[in-house]
């Protein structure tokens, strides 16, 4: 099947630092979507990409499809203790309805 | 408005036995998604309902049958289950069209464990 290449796998960071985190994949995507889950939950949807080279912000969250639209990035920047959690990429492909998730970037934030 | 709901959110079943996870939403969601998550996997799609009356297998349908009762229901069967399912599942609803349609809402989860 398809694989979406997230990396890293986790991250160790102090408080106030800013996070990148990325996902890569040898086919195309037509929408690329980053959810974070915190421990004992769903994923919730975070930010929504549709469009190759996009940029899209949510408060200290920014997302960008990458313009051969087989990569995504997501920042995180100034880090706080409720940032705690593991992070997806999700990729779609086509007219159908099926995400192919990345296996997660696990972020700990040390106060 | 409850999003999507799911139960049970724990259960323990010995191996052989069967159960069913229930999945509903109040979103007016036609799509709707099972999924399993297990350590350093990710998600993974078990089967999907595009609309209602219609079922498809995902990426890991083996040993697992669905049923999509109405729009707001996708239950989930294990038949017999097996160690190998230990794992906890996620259902999902996504809009019903127009751009955002693979905007997926999760379900809080269901812890399974099979001895």
């Known amino acids: 099947g398809q694989q979406l290449n997230q990396s890293p796998q986790s991250m160790f960071i102090q408080e106030g630092e800013d996070v990148s985190m990325n996902c890569t994949s040898s086919?195309?995507?037509?929408?690329w979507l980053w959810y974070k889950q915190d421990p004992g939950e769903g994923p919730v949807l975070l930010i929504a990409?549709?469009?190759?080279?996009e940029l899209t912000s949510n408060g200290r969250l920014t997302a960008q499809f990458g313009i051969t639209r087989k990569d995504s990035f997501l920042n995180i920047s100034a880090s706080i203790p409720s940032d705690v959690g593991i992070y997806f990429c999700a990729g779609q492909r086509g007219s159908n309805y099926k995400l192919t998730f990345g296996k997660g970037t696990l972020l700990t934030v040390n106060p | 408005n409850a999003g999507v709901t799911q139960t049970p959110k724990f259960q323990v079943l010995k191996t052989g036995q069967s159960m069913t996870l229930q999945c509903a939403q109040d979103m007016n969601h036609n799509s709707m998604y099972w999924y399993r998550q297990d350590p350093g996997m990710g998600l993974r799609l078990i089967y999907y309902?595009?609309?209602?009356?219609?079922?498809d297998k995902g990426e890991v349908p083996n040993g697992y049958n669905v049923s999509r009762l109405n729009k707001r229901e996708f239950s989930l069967r294990l038949e017999s289950a097996a160690p190998s399912q230990t794992s906890v599942y996620f259902c999902?609803?996504?809009?019903?069209?127009?751009?955002?349609?693979?905007?997926?809402?999760f379900g809080p989860g269901t812890r399974l464990l099979v001895l």
């Open positions: 990409l549709y469009k190759a080279g």
């Open positions: 999902a609803s996504s809009d019903p069209g127009g751009r955002g349609l693979e905007t997926q809402y």
């Open positions: 309902s595009a609309s209602e009356g219609t079922t």
């Open positions: 086919s195309i995507f037509n929408t």
